[in-house]
């Protein structure tokens, strides 16, 4: 065997090994069905809508807020402008005057405008400007079941311990292609912060619909640019500090997700990207058993899941380089084209049955019940076009991602947020 395709065994065994584990994990712990249980209390809301250039979406994530199932004299909605230059502005502000108008019986809408400074400098701005309990954040290309509140203060109250919720996040009427890939990757992500959260080991508090009790705030202070994952920087930081975060698996909350590649592929640099930078701050907890299962196990696996990722995408592209190369010099030395086997004549003989093989069906396997389970939680519906879509352009379109993020927190290069 060539040192090459042992590499691969060992990422294959890798990601072999934690699907199993994260299964068990699911099957000592099934997910809780939603039931029709009200809170015994409703503590303050305050819901932060961080806006920049977002004309196009900001009404319905307003609506969103404003059409959930909470007492609205307990709900405020802080909308903070950063810096748009489209029509953001007079948007908000009509949601913000309709306040004021007489009979009016929703929640209180503010609207703030502030100089761009990026993202947490909004939330930061907003949490400075409102005394509630909780305080909530959802982007402003996102939308709030009219449910969710009430699922994550349930979430609250079963476990007082608590001290940030995440949401379970859909994607928002996939149709194209590239929206049908993300849909199934979102179900897959579902599970997996599921499982996480069993492991008490919640690596994000993603924008939309993240919750906080405001004392997080003011033990480990407020949100950091943190490489522009501020949302990843702030889970960091409470694992550091010892601050518990749990998932809310029956609050949905949908997000409008990239439409082109080119818009996909920045989104996603600056995830990894910023996974790889905070890592790098926070290498302390790595394989430190005072952070539990954040630092013995999630921190390690996702950066060997990152380098797995990378190593299987350049092995393969190796392979595949290596064999049309090795055709074409075939054909140049004897002139004779290759020769394929003809489709109805095709028998067991030309299956291959080593164990390569075996394992990387496995791992589909596995990643299929995955995505299963993560369906079920989320009770999603996916049809056989979703998988074709995931499965044709997620493994051509993520390898570059990961070596544009790479390549990036090598040099230390600030990743691009649109």
């Not at 040192?3 to 099934?30: M, R, T, W």
């Not at 977002?54 to 807020?65: G, K, M, N, R």
């Not at 990207?273 to 539990?292: E, I, S, T, V, W």
């Not at 299987?312 to 190369?325: E, I, Q």
Request: proline share 4%.
């Amino acid at each position: 065997m060539d040192i090459g395709a042992l590499g691969l065994y060992v990422c294959l065994f890798i990601g072999l090994y934690f699907e199993v584990f994260l299964l068990i994990s699911f099957f000592e712990k099934k997910p809780v069905a939603k039931t029709s249980l009200t809170p015994k209390r409703y503590p303050t809301v305050a819901m932060i809508v961080p806006c920049f250039n977002e004309e196009q979406t900001v009404a319905s994530t307003i609506e969103s807020l404003l059409a959930m199932e909470y007492p609205q004299d307990k709900l405020e909605i802080v909308v903070v402008d950063d810096g748009s230059t489209d029509n953001t502005a007079a948007i908000a502000q009509k949601y913000e005057q309709a306040c004021h108008a007489p009979g009016y019986a929703g929640a209180v809408v503010t609207y703030f405008y502030k100089e761009n400074g990026g993202k947490y400098t909004a939330l930061n701005f907003a949490i400075a400007h409102t005394t509630t309990e909780l305080i909530g954040c959802l982007d402003a290309d996102s939308f709030a079941a009219h449910d969710a509140l009430i699922e994550a203060i349930k979430e609250f109250e079963a476990d007082p311990t608590a001290m940030a919720i995440t949401p379970a996040m859909k994607v928002y009427r996939p149709r194209k292609v590239l929206e049908l890939m993300q849909a199934v990757e979102y179900t897959f992500g579902i599970f997996y912060k599921k499982m996480f959260d069993n492991l008490s080991a919640i690596n994000v508090l993603p924008g939309p619909f993240s919750m906080y009790k405001r004392e997080v705030f003011e033990k480990i202070g407020v949100f950091r640019h943190a490489h522009n994952t501020e949302d990843m920087e702030i889970a960091f930081r409470m694992h550091a500090n010892g601050l518990r975060i749990i998932n809310a698996h029956t609050a949905f909350v949908y997000t409008t997700v990239p439409k082109s590649v080119r818009a996909l592929l920045k989104q996603r640099t600056r995830w990894s990207q910023g996974f790889l930078q905070n890592a790098r701050d926070y290498k302390h907890m790595f394989f430190n058993p005072q952070f539990g299962n954040f630092g013995m196990l999630v921190l390690p696996f996702g950066l060997t899941a990152f380098c797995a990722g990378l190593y299987t995408a350049g092995y393969a592209l190796y392979r595949a380089v290596s064999l049309v190369a090795a055709r074409v010099g075939d054909f140049f030395a004897t002139g004779v084209p290759l020769h394929l086997p003809n489709a109805a004549h095709l028998s067991w003989y030309y299956i291959d049955t080593n164990t390569l093989s075996f394992v990387i069906l496995a791992v589909l396997l596995m990643t299929l019940v995955a995505i299963f389970l993560g369906s079920r939680i989320s009770e999603t519906h996916l049809s056989p076009k979703f998988f074709i879509a995931y499965f044709a352009f997620f493994g051509l379109i993520a390898p570059i991602w990961l070596a544009r993020a790479a390549w990036g927190a090598l040099l230390a290069r600030e990743s691009a947020w649109r």
